[in-house]
């Protein structure tokens, strides 16, 4: 009998150690896959390649300077004048001055 009871206790050790070291797997995978968002990823045959953080940001920076016409930037800076012009005509035919 004491044989038995030793290898259940046995048996429930290992049964507890497997559920921790699949949790570690687990969360070693979570950790790759953000590693691996961070690097991006390359192409590969029916999926195409994914840029990693840097490369985001990178373009996502220069969206946010002047290039000469197609940068959002630009775009903003186009609205703004445009507007500036409605509000500038609008004054002028109701008799007011814009303040700047």
Same mark, same amino acid.
């Given at each position: 009998?004491?044989?038995?009871?030793?290898?259940?206790?046995?048996?429930?050790?290992?049964?507890?150690?497997?559920?921790?070291?699949?949790?570690?797997?687990?969360?070693?995978?979570?950790?790759?896959?953000? %590693?691996?968002?961070?690097? @991006?990823?390359?192409? +590969?045959?029916? #999926?195409?390649?994914?840029?990693?953080?840097?490369? $985001?940001? !990178?373009?996502?920076?220069?969206? %946010?300077?002047?290039?000469? @016409?197609?940068?959002? +930037?630009?775009? #903003?800076?186009?609205?703004?004048?445009?507007?500036? $012009?409605? !509000?500038?005509?609008?004054?002028?035919?109701?008799?007011?001055?814009?303040?700047?």
């Amino acid at each position: 009998m004491p044989d038995i009871l030793a290898i259940s206790i046995a048996l429930a050790v290992l049964a507890g150690g497997g559920a921790v070291v699949v949790k570690l797997l687990a969360l070693i995978k979570k950790g790759g896959d953000i %590693l691996d968002d961070w690097r @991006g990823e390359p192409g +590969r045959p029916g #999926v195409p390649a994914r840029p990693g953080v840097m490369a $985001r940001l !990178e373009a996502i920076e220069a969206q %946010l300077k002047p290039n000469g @016409g197609h940068s959002t +930037r630009d775009v #903003v800076n186009r609205v703004e004048q445009s507007v500036r $012009r409605v !509000e500038d005509t609008l004054g002028v035919a109701l008799g007011e001055r814009r303040e700047d």
